[in-house]
């Protein structure tokens, strides 16, 4: 069964840190993009970060030098090392598998989704 399962959301204070993980089942990283995306109350989604099976990886720009994409072949997962956190950074945050090995923002390119794990940065 193909599966993505978030975890490590969490409250941290401002200028914490936290690592997201995304462990994947029913397919392997080799030959897909994995993505983070995450949705704010009241906002649209939107892609946070991206990495490609060459270990190419992409930033939204507001998150550019804070953020860190890796992975864990041998481990199926995917984390997101995320410091420096700030207020807006409050969101759900999911992982997403694209259906290719391109990195795109556009939610609609990707075809499995996680449920999601809730990430607050508030002092």
């Known amino acids: 069964q193909l599966q993505l399962v978030e975890s490590g959301g969490d409250l941290a204070q401002p200028g914490g840190s936290l690592r997201l993980s995304c462990a994947v089942s029913?397919?392997?990283?080799?030959?897909?993009?994995i993505a983070w995306f995450r949705q704010a109350p009241g906002k649209e989604r939107e892609g946070v970060s991206c990495?490609?099976?060459?270990?190419?990886?992409y930033y939204l720009d507001s998150v550019k030098g804070r953020f860190t994409i890796s992975r864990d072949n041998a481990k199926n997962t995917v984390y997101l090392q995320m410091n420096s956190l700030k207020p807006e950074d409050t969101a759900v945050y999911y992982c997403?598998?694209?259906?290719?090995?391109?990195?795109?923002?556009?939610?609609?390119?990707?075809?499995?989704w996680g449920q999601g794990t809730q990430v607050t940065v508030s002092s």
């Open positions: 997403a598998r694209r259906r290719g090995n391109y990195c795109t923002p556009q939610v609609r390119d990707y075809d499995y």
């Open positions: 029913g397919f392997t990283l080799d030959y897909h993009a």
């Open positions: 990495i490609r099976r060459s270990d190419s990886t």
